[in-house]
């Protein structure tokens, strides 16, 4: 039976590379470790326990802010005789008098039709604008273009500052496009806003009104007035006079 071959290890011949290699870090490394994180895992665990322990009450609210007030006010004509009218505000049947005299301003919001849209125009789309930044169109309001168009404001005023939704019922309407129309076929016009170039289409029935001076003598019972806040807080007649005709 022949012999088993077996290996000698000359000693003489081995080198570095057939040695293990020695650890780089001290002995004590490895349990220090173990031991921040096991400190770290009971922290969270105490962390957890205390948030858990909290009661699921939201914070209280604030203190309650009253709104700052409108720079106008807005009224129902009740009665109208001689520049005198008697207004109306809110449900709580309350009335103030205020009259007008021949020199103060009066500007109507007449209804009109597209055929009188004449370019160039100052036009205010009215509506209530929400969240999705959309909305229903409530008034087209226009008026002749001013010498000088101030694009800085969050409006083109039509007349003596008035934007047009100062009349309305809901204090929630605000002009969500300001611009000058510079041409207009009937339905399509081009405009010029605060942001540059843009396009106005104008539907058949749409609500269009064009603002025109007025007299006192031309507001009516129904109508819906507006009036610039003098210091005092009250209407200030001499700031002019915004008017809604009436549906007739």
């Known amino acids: 039976m022949p012999a088993r071959p077996f290996l000698v290890y000359d000693a003489r011949r081995m080198t570095d590379a057939a040695l293990p290699r020695p650890s780089r870090f001290p002995g004590w490394v490895m349990p220090a470790g173990l031991a ?23 914070p209280a609210a604030g ?27 809110g449900s709580d049947g309350a009335t103030t008098t205020v009259t007008i005299s021949p020199s103060d301003r009066v500007w109507l919001l007449r209804p009109a039709t597209v055929a009188e849209v004449k370019p160039p ?3 205010n789309v009215v509506a209530i604008p929400n969240e999705v ?9 226009f008026a002749p273009v001013p010498a000088a ?28 496009v300001s611009a000058v129309l510079e041409t207009f076929d009937g ?15 104008i539907d058949p029935g749409a609500p269009i009104r064009v603002i025109a001076k ?26 002019g006079v915004l008017v809604l005709p009436a549906a007739k």
């Open 149 to 176: 168009v101030d694009f800085d404001g969050p409006f083109i005023p039509l007349a003596d500052g008035f934007a047009g939704y100062e009349t309305s019922r809901d204090a929630a309407e605000r002009v969500v």
């Open 121 to 123: 125009m100052v036009v």
């Open 214 to 239: 007025g007299v006192a003598t031309d507001i009516s019972p129904g109508d819906r007035v507006a009036f610039h806040r003098g210091a005092d807080g009250q209407p200030d007649v001499s700031k």
């Open 36 to 58: 921040v994180l096991l400190l770290a895992m009971l922290l969270g665990i105490v962390l957890l326990a205390r948030e858990a322990g909290k009661p699921d009450v939201p």
């Open 187 to 201: 339905r399509n016009g081009k405009t010029k806003t605060s942001t540059g170039d843009g396009t106005l289409y």
């Open 133 to 141: 930044r959309n909305y229903t169109i409530h008034m087209l309001a």
């Open 63 to 89: 203190a309650f802010q009253q709104p700052p007030p409108l720079n106008y006010v807005a009224f129902d004509v009740q009665q109208a005789a001689n520049g005198v009218l008697t207004l109306a505000s």
